[in-house]
């Protein structure tokens, strides 16, 4: 992002209202463009904006835990899409807060801003004040309650930020299923591997492959780790390898048997087909010749004309609102 379009995305975002944070170092969770204007800490999962941070020479962690408690007068939550992403990063907000400093929420009306305004006024027993509102957003403030808010720590559950909270959804358990009656490969790609079911999946069927796990949000690679070194993970981890990677980097890995892609199709609220797109050409990279790649998809997505300019696509089998696609890179010519 460059000066200019640094300037642009201010004008329009709320928090970058002149006296909206306070004078010092400020903690922002889901963003950076404050942390550019007034130092301190970035709190980035996901590895674009991070990469997009580090070029502009800001502090970045993946995960509001690595941040140091009360390390700042003030932090600010951009809100995400799940809700219970955004009370993980309230509850890690408070910790990197010290007493008498300042929370702020902010976020546009696609995200619910207004409700979660409320929302966490009712939770905190904090009168929250709106600081600034225009451009369909809004960022709001108030002071850092005594006590984290019970709720913030709870409702984040075991899993925040992942697809369906890190469990299995109806997509994935279908391909799980098409597992058995693939040849057997020695090295797998989990691509966008989310809480890892994919490639978990591969490694128990198959005891001598390997599996590599590739995301760009650094909370799914975290969470596939935890479950290789706990009792999920037992005889696995050896096996496995674990990569925070986003589609627009070279791809880490080459001449794999088999690709697994469950790939997301939404960016924010809105369908966008772009990241999946960005990640079949980077599986059919890291395939051998004659390997595969196998995506499991909603039926009315319309990955076909994208897969079949990759190699030789066939549809394996379309029902209860999803299909499975197999494709086989070429084979090189001798």
Known sequence: MSGPSIQAAERDDPACDAGVLAPGHVCEFNGWRLVHRSGGCAVLPWRAQHLAAVAHQIETVPRGDLVP???FAQAVVRVSKGRAATYADLAHAWSAVRPGGRLLV???NDV???SWCRRVEGESGQKVEVLASHSHARVAALARPERCP?????GAGPAPGLFQGGGL???TAMLVGYLP???TPARVIDLGCGAGHLGLAALRQWPQAQAHFLDADARA?????RTLHGAGGAGLRDRATVVWWDAGEPVPIEGADLALCNPPCHAGTAVDLTTARAMFLAASRALRPGGRLLVVANRKLPYESDLHRLGTLACLEQGHGYKILALTRPSETP
């Open 150 to 154: 019970e709720v913030w720590i709870a």
């Open 112 to 114: 619910g801003i207004t």
């Open 69 to 71: 408690a009360a390390a």
């Open 221 to 225: 690679v975290d969470a596939v780790a």
């Open 169 to 171: 959804d109806d997509g």
């Open 181 to 183: 009656a693939q040849p």
């Open 106 to 108: 902010a976020g546009g």
